[in-house]
């Protein structure tokens, strides 16, 4: 029973780390990567669509993104999306290409960034814990109904705090990476 939390405890953790990761994908460096766009939803036949599902989005170079919508009629749809998206992106059409170059980061945006990965971070941290309550409280549960002893519950709770130790040591590598990332010229 103890061993099924800590699992439990430790898929959940996993998963606040995974979405750290996609979370710090969207925060964008110098470099172009397609997960920058991920946020944006364009309106398609009626219903927001992902701009994964109406067009395909690649890397020209190490500074430009190239979007080729399936549709022609979606090219203006999805350069205004990418326009009303709080990225700062500014699209550029070619016929039925969209070319979308990344700027510059300045020394104040990349502080910017480097403050919402740290709360990104943070968010993450948060959630690690409430884990970790979560499952020192199923053991407290396990205790009080004499499932288990006393000692049990110590090794348990002790067992928790190294689960969770590992992941908020994990998740500060994650933000070491990203700060360092950010500050690339």
Do not use: C
């Not at 920058?36 to 890397?59: E, R």
């Not at 350069?79 to 998206?85: G, L, P, Q, R, T």
């Not at 067992?159 to 070491?176: G, N, R, S, Y």
């Amino acid at each position: 029973m103890i061993e099924d939390i800590k699992k439990d405890a430790k898929t959940r953790m996993s998963k606040a780390l995974d979405a750290l990761g996609s979370n710090f994908n969207k925060i964008r460096t110098g470099r172009a990567h397609p997960s920058i766009l991920d946020g944006i939803h364009v309106s398609y036949y009626g219903s927001d669509a992902p701009l994964s599902q109406v067009a395909n989005v690649t890397v020209e170079d190490a500074r430009t993104l190239s979007v080729t919508p399936w549709e022609k009629n979606l090219v203006p749809d999805i350069e205004k999306a990418i326009m009303k998206s709080d990225l700062g992106l500014n699209p550029s059409t070619a016929g039925s290409v969209i070319r979308i170059p990344m700027p510059m980061l300045t020394e104040e945006t990349r502080k910017n960034f480097i403050r919402q990965a740290k709360g990104e971070a943070e968010t993450a941290r948060v959630s690690i814990r409430n884990i970790r309550r979560d499952a020192l409280a199923e053991v407290k549960a396990l205790l009080k109904d004499k499932e288990i002893s006393e000692d049990d519950e110590r090794r348990a709770g002790d067992d928790i705090q190294k689960i969770t130790d590992q992941f908020v040591a994990d998740v500060d590598k994650a933000l070491a990476a990203k700060e360092k990332d950010l500050m690339e010229i």
